[in-house]
């Protein structure tokens, strides 16, 4: 099926699409502010430049959207549009996280990944709680994890 919008308009929308100082991302950094925790933001120098860099405790955080790193949750539904396009670069988007996480665990990082479910809609976890689980994972965890709907979990490369 063709796009309804002609190339400029589809270039305009994408670029609305922020990747940086989103929500999720915003609420969690007050979560990391609340605990105390002095961090770096957006670290080019690092690989997948990772939204939270916590030096003092070899730790980094991704916030991943559910749409665009394709997590099982009711917040990832298939387009039914351009279905191929969008599963291919979903698809990519996932790889590449795995990669980037397994090289930055390789040089001695801890990773956790916070999904967008765990921060906002219906079944989100309580301000709480988020703060209790990041700060589970940095003062004991060696491992990577993972935080959604569920609470935290080691985190399993797809």
Known sequence: MADVHSSETRSKNMKAIRTKDTAIEIKLAKT?????LSYRVQASELPGKPDFVIDEYRAIIFVHGCF?????????????????FWLKKIQGNVKKGNDVIKHLS????KVLVVWECALRGKHKLTDNDISARVEEWICTSEKNAQINTQGI???ISN
């Open 32 to 36: 990391l502010d609340q605990l105390g």
């Open 68 to 84: 665009w790193h394709k997590h099982n949750c009711y917040l990832f539904k298939t387009p039914a549009t351009r279905t191929d």
């Open 106 to 109: 390789g040089v001695g990082w």
């Open 153 to 155: 979990s080691q985190m």
